[in-house]
């Protein structure tokens, strides 16, 4: 079944204490990108990767990190997380970048992780 | 900061009835996209609007590109239960890969 998988769902952790929240995708997508969703603001981007190696900033990229060394993952790290990280966190991806017209390239999101940060 | 206006906020109907919101940017898109949020769920595409004046329906959801490429709206006629969720817009905004979405309109449909 073609799906973009997040672990953990839940989590749960202290300020200062690294975490690592992976996405993998399993429909060859080059397009991928975290976002995270708080009440009244929407879904923000955090990162994004057009392809392997190549990561951009979206809109809200302090304090995290990504990688893309591989096609199908696209981790996101909080090298040191804070109370204002706690959020809702998708992962989502495409065959190309959702907004280029004519491609028929829909974004698939995960299912969520909800990141809560003491 | 965000540049999208997303309104209404929520809202709250009868089944059966209408339902219209819209989304206006202070900067012009090249692309509209529009989403649905269910509970515990990820966003699911509804409708991509990619050129001025664009006009698309997808079923019950119609959804329009403005000519001024600094708005968009969706409509949902003859609202049934399941309609029940987040609709959220989408543009792009500077480069290919950057998405900015609106803050979402919260549909609630009583029976």
């Known amino acids: 079944e073609a799906q973009v998988t997040q672990n953990p769902r839940y989590l749960i952790t202290v300020t200062g204490k690294k975490l690592t929240v992976t996405c993998s995708q399993n429909m060859n997508h080059e397009y991928m990108s975290w976002y995270r969703q708080d009440p009244g603001l929407g879904l923000r981007q955090i990162y994004y990767s057009m392809n392997v190696e190549v990561t951009d900033k979206g809109d809200v990229p302090e304090g995290y990190k990504v990688s893309r060394k591989e096609k199908r993952n696209f981790p996101l790290i909080l090298e040191s997380p804070s109370p204002n990280q706690t959020s809702l966190y998708f992962c989502?991806?495409?065959?190309?970048?959702?907004?280029?017209?004519?491609?028929?390239?829909?974004?698939?999101f995960g299912n969520g992780t909800r990141l809560t940060v003491t | 900061g965000q540049q999208l206006n997303q309104s209404p906020q929520s809202m709250f109907i009868q089944e059966g009835e209408d339902v219209s919101m819209n989304c206006t940017s202070s900067s012009i898109f090249n692309t509209w996209l529009w989403y649905k949020q269910d509970p515990g769920e990820g966003p699911v595409l509804l409708i991509a609007?990619?050129?001025?004046?664009e006009l698309t329906s997808n079923g019950r959801l119609t959804a329009q590109f403005g000519i001024t490429r600094k708005d968009s709206f969706l409509n949902i006629s003859a609202s049934i239960p399941s309609d029940v969720g987040i609709y959220f817009c989408a543009g792009q905004l500077g480069s290919w890969g950057k998405l900015q979405f609106g803050a979402g309109t919260q549909v609630v449909v009583t029976p």
């Open positions: 989502a991806s495409s065959l190309s970048p959702p907004t280029l017209a004519g491609r028929n390239s829909p974004l698939h």
């Open positions: 609007l990619y050129k001025a004046g």
